[in-house]
């Protein structure tokens, strides 16, 4: 059946950092593919998808680029803040939208 | 523009007693509705789905149950709660059509089992 696998975490950068968080996949066909972020205390809230392969979905700072030929979708930043601290989820779904979930990577970002 | 309730927030509950969450949503008519689970330490994993009132499905063999009395309310149950059923719960809900693939989630329920 259809997988995601993201790197474990914690994941702990300094404010001003690069972030890459790694997400590959299995799945037949084509499917959709997601970042949902949850920041402490909340639900799960989209940050950015991608839908056919070399779409580039970006959001916040945040850009994912759908590698077909690697099947992968890694979460890229150029520089964190400490509001970034949170748990990402990589995600993929196919048409009948039922969302397969990575096990999160959580990401402290500190001053 | 379309919003999701999901309560109560957090509940604590002891082993034996019943559970019951519900979820709303707003703005839009005929939406696919879906309960997931995170377990501490573990990713989200969907339970139940629904695209019409009073059609469920299951995705994993468990101690809980889903109705979907009305178009936009989805009820997450259990007749006896499990220290295992312990996690956060999720209601989500999707357009009909989505053709933009894409689900939305509540706030979550928090719920521990002691």
């Known amino acids: 059946g259809d997988s995601v696998t993201q790197m474990e975490g914690p994941v702990t950068l300094s404010e001003e950092a690069f972030l890459t968080i790694n997400c590959t996949y299995t799945a037949t066909g084509y499917p959709s593919l997601f970042w949902y972020v949850q920041y402490p205390g909340e639900g799960l809230q989209l940050l950015l998808k991608a839908t056919k392969a070399d779409d580039k979905g970006s959001n916040k700072g945040f850009e994912a680029t759908y590698r077909k030929e690697t099947t992968s979708f890694h979460l890229e930043k150029g520089s964190v803040q400490v509001s970034d601290s949170a748990v990402y989820f990589c995600a993929l779904s196919h048409s009948f939208q039922k969302l397969v979930f990575g096990t999160g990577t959580r990401l402290l970002v500190s001053p | 523009s379309q919003t999701i309730h999901q309560w109560p927030a957090t509940l604590v509950q002891p082993v034996g007693s019943p559970l019951s969450l519900e979820c709303t949503v707003e703005?839009?008519?005929?939406?696919?509705l879906y309960w997931y689970r995170q377990a501490a330490g573990r990713g989200l994993q969907l339970l139940f789905y629904s695209v019409g009132i009073g059609q469920i499905s299951s995705e994993v063999p468990q101690n809980l149950s889903a109705s979907r009395p009305q178009d936009r309310q989805f009820i997450l149950s259990s007749k006896k709660l499990l220290l295992s059923d312990s996690g956060f719960y999720l209601c989500?809900?999707?357009?009909?059509?989505?053709?933009?693939?894409?689900?939305?989630f509540g706030e979550g329920s928090w719920l521990t089992v002691v």
């Open positions: 703005g839009t008519s005929n939406p696919n």
């Open positions: 989500a809900w999707s357009p009909r059509d989505n053709s933009g693939n894409t689900i939305y």
